[in-house]
C-alpha cells in the first residue's frame, strides 16, 4: 500500500558501530527502508536488537558511523523541526519543574508566536490528548499514562510532518495502553502524520502499523518488512481476533525468534 | 493544633535546657556562668538597640554582600565548569586543592591584602562561601539527565536556551543544597573575621568581652549569633522550599506512591 503516497523519510544505508579497534561493536548495518507520507511505520526486533540506537541516529540524535537519513529528499543534519519525538520513559523526559501546560509550550520556544497564542496552542494541545483541566498540573502529580498524554501534546505542538515514538507505551499499564494505543492511531489518521513507533511488543506493532520493519541482531539489519493489511479503521477487539491478526502476529513473531536463536548461535560460536 | 503541637513538643527540650543551666547557674556562683537574666539584662542593653546599628547592620552589610557575590560568581562558574570539560580540566584540581583549606585561614592573607575593613571582609565571606557553591553547581549539572537533553536537542533549542530549561533548574536541588552549606561558611566568617580583625562588630565586642572577662556579655553575644544564625537558616529555608516546590513536592509524592 501506500505507493500512491510520496516518499517522506529515506533510511539510507544506516550504520552505527560504538567503538573502535578490538573493542567496536556493530550496532546497526546498512539499514535502508522507505516510510512514505501519512504511513504508520513499527519498528520491531528482539530485545536488544539496537532499536533505540536506530531511533536516535534517525532523529539525528546520534550522528551515524555511515549512511544518511532524507526527510523530503533532503538529508537531516541535525534534529528537525519537522520530526518530534516521544520518548520512551515519561518520567524521564517530562521538566518535573513546568506544568503540563509548560512542558507542552516548551516546544515552542524558538517559534516567535505571541505568548497568548503560545497559551492557547498548549492548551489545545493537551485537550487533543484528552488532558484538558490537568494544565496547571506538575508531572510528578499525573499517573503514567497522562505523563505520556502530556509528552505527545508536545510532540504534536509543533504540528510536525514525521513523529517518532521510541518504545512510549512500554512502561504504561495493559489497560491505558490500548487507550493510547488508539489515541496515537486517532490522532495519526486526523493529522495525516508519518509515524514511525519503535516498539517490542508484536501485537501492539501489528495492530498499530501499516507496515512493520523487523529487525535481526547483532548487528542489527533489516530481516523483512511485513505488509499490515488490516485497513484503516482498528478495533481493539474485533482487529485484534481476526484471522489476519493472529496471522501476521504469528509471522512476526516467528522472524523474531528466528533472529533471536541466530544471535544466540553465533554468539556461542565465539567472534570469527 | 497540629502546629501548636509540633511547637510544644519543639520547645520542649530547649525549655527544660535553660531551666536546667538556670538552677545550675543559680548554685554554682561560677562567675563564667552567670544566670539567664543576667544574660538577658546585657542583651537588652547591648542589643537592643545600642550596639545594632555600630556591630550588627554593618556585619551583616557586609555578610549580605558576600553571600550574594558568592552565590552569583559561584553558581556561573559552576555552569561554565560543569558544562565546558576543557575548562573543568584545567581548574578542577585547583578547586579541590583550594577548598580542602579552612576557610578560615583566607582570614590572614586577606587582611593583608586589603586590610581590617569591610573590603577585606566582603572577600573573605565570599570566597569562603564560593567553593560549596561552585562544587555543588558542577555536581548538579552533572546529574542532569541525558533524557532531558534528548528532549532539548530534539526541539533544537540553542545552548543558552538549554542551559535555563533543562541544566540548571535540574541542578537546583544541589546548588540549594550548595547554597545552603555556603550560608554557614559566610556566617562563620563573619564572626571569625570580626574576632581576629577589626574595630567593631559583633565577632569583635564579644571578643572584647572575653579579655575583660565580662562573661555576661560574652554569652549575650552568642546569644544574639544564634539568634542571627537561626533566623538566616530559616529565611533561607522558606525560600529554598518555595523555589524547589516541585521538587521537594515530587519526592514526597514518590515515597507516598
Known amino acids: ?272 | 493544633m497540629n502546629a501548636l503541637r509540633k511547637v510544644a513538643v519543639g520547645g520542649f527540650i530547649p525549655v527544660l535546657v535553660i531551666a536546667g543551666y538556670w538552677v545550675w547557674a543559680t548554685m554554682s556562683r561560677n562567675p563564667y556562668f552567670p544566670n539567664p537574666m543576667r544574660i538577658m539584662e546585657r542583651f537588652q542593653k547591648l542589643w537592643l538597640f545600642a550596639k545594632l546599628p555600630t556591630d550588627v547592620v554593618p556585619s551583616l552589610t557586609n555578610f549580605a554582600l558576600g553571600y550574594v557575590i558568592a552565590v552569583f560568581s559561584g553558581v556561573i562558574a559552576g555552569v561554565v565548569l560543569g558544562r565546558i570539560k576543557l575548562l573543568r580540566q584545567l581548574f578542577a584540581p585547583l578547586l579541590d586543592f583550594a577548598r580542602s583549606i579552612p576557610a578560615i585561614m583566607l582570614i590572614p592573607p586577606f587582611v593583608l591584602l586589603l586590610g581590617i575593613g569591610d573590603q577585606s571582609k566582603v572577600a573573605i565571606i565570599a570566597l569562603g562561601a564560593f567553593f560549596p557553591v561552585v562544587l555543588a553547581t558542577m555536581d548538579g549539572l552533572r546529574r542532569t539527565d541525558p533524557a532531558l537533553i534528548d528532549v532539548t536537542r530534539s526541539m533544537q533549542l540553542s545552548r543558552w536556551q538549554e542551559l535555563l530549561v533543562a541544566w540548571v533548574p535540574s541542578a537546583g536541588p544541589q546548588i540549594a543544597g550548595g547554597m545552603q552549606t555556603g550560608l554557614q561558611f559566610a556566617f562563620i566568617l563573619m564572626v571569625a573575621s570580626e574576632m581576629l580583625a577589626a574595630t567593631h562588630g559583633l565577632g569583635y565586642l564579644t571578643m572584647q568581652a572575653q579579655f575583660t572577662f565580662d562573661s555576661a556579655s560574652v554569652w549575650a553575644g552568642i546569644l544574639m549569633l544564634a539568634i542571627l544564625g537561626f533566623g538566616l537558616n530559616t529565611l533561607f529555608v522558606l525560600a529554598r522550599n518555595r523555589v524547589l516546590r516541585w521538587h521537594i513536592q515530587s519526592r514526597a509524592t514518590a515515597r507516598a506512591r
Open chain 1, 1 to 272: 500500500m501506500n505507493l500512491t503516497h510520496p516518499l517522506r523519510l529515506r533510511i539510507d544505508g544506516l550504520s552505527k558501530t560504538y567503538g573502535t579497534g578490538s573493542t567496536a561493536n556493530e550496532v546497526l548495518r546498512d539499514i535502508n527502508f522507505d516510510v512514505h507520507t501519512g504511513e504508520f511505520v513499527c519498528l520491531v526486533g528482539p530485545s536488544g536488537a539496537g532499536k533505540t540506537t536506530l531511533l536516535r541516529c534517525l532523529t539525528s540524535l546520534m550522528a551515524p558511523s555511515a549512511g544518511q537519513v532524507l526527510l523530503d529528499g533532503k538529508a537531516l543534519t541535525g534534529p528537525s523541526p519537522k520530526i518530534s519525538i516521544v520518548f520512551q520513559e515519561y518520567t524521564r523526559s517530562l521538566m518535573p519543574w513546568m506544568t503540563a501546560e509548560k512542558n507542552v509550550a516548551l516546544a515552542l520556544s524558538n517559534s516567535k508566536l505571541p505568548r497568548a497564542t503560545v497559551k492557547k496552542m498548549s492548551r489545545d494541545a493537551l485537550a487533543s490528548v484528552g488532558l484538558s483541566g490537568s494544565e496547571s498540573q506538575y508531572p510528578w502529580q499525573l499517573s503514567g499514562g497522562m505523563q505520556q498524554r502530556v509528552a505527545i501534546a508536545r510532540a504534536l505542538i509543533t504540528e510536525p510532518e514525521v513523529l517518532v515514538m521510541d518504545e512510549p507505551f512500554a512502561s504504561i499499564d495493559a489497560q491505558t495502553r490500548l487507550e493510547l494505543e488508539d489515541l496515537t492511531r486517532r490522532l495519526q489518521t486526523e493529522r495525516k502524520m508519518t509515524v514511525m513507533l519503535v516498539t517490542h511488543d508484536i501485537d501492539e506493532a501489528v495492530y498499530l502499523a501499516d507496515r512493520i520493519v523487523v529487525l535481526s541482531k547483532n548487528p542489527a539489519t533489516v530481516q523483512e518488512i511485513v505488509e499490515v493489511n488490516l485497513g484503516v479503521e482498528r478495533d481493539q477487539f474485533t482487529t485484534r481476533e481476526s484471522h489476519q491478526f493472529g496471522e501476521l502476529r504469528s509471522h512476526v513473531l516467528g522472524l523474531i525468534r528466528e533472529a533471536q536463536n541466530r544471535a544466540k548461535t553465533e554468539a556461542a560460536s565465539g567472534p570469527q
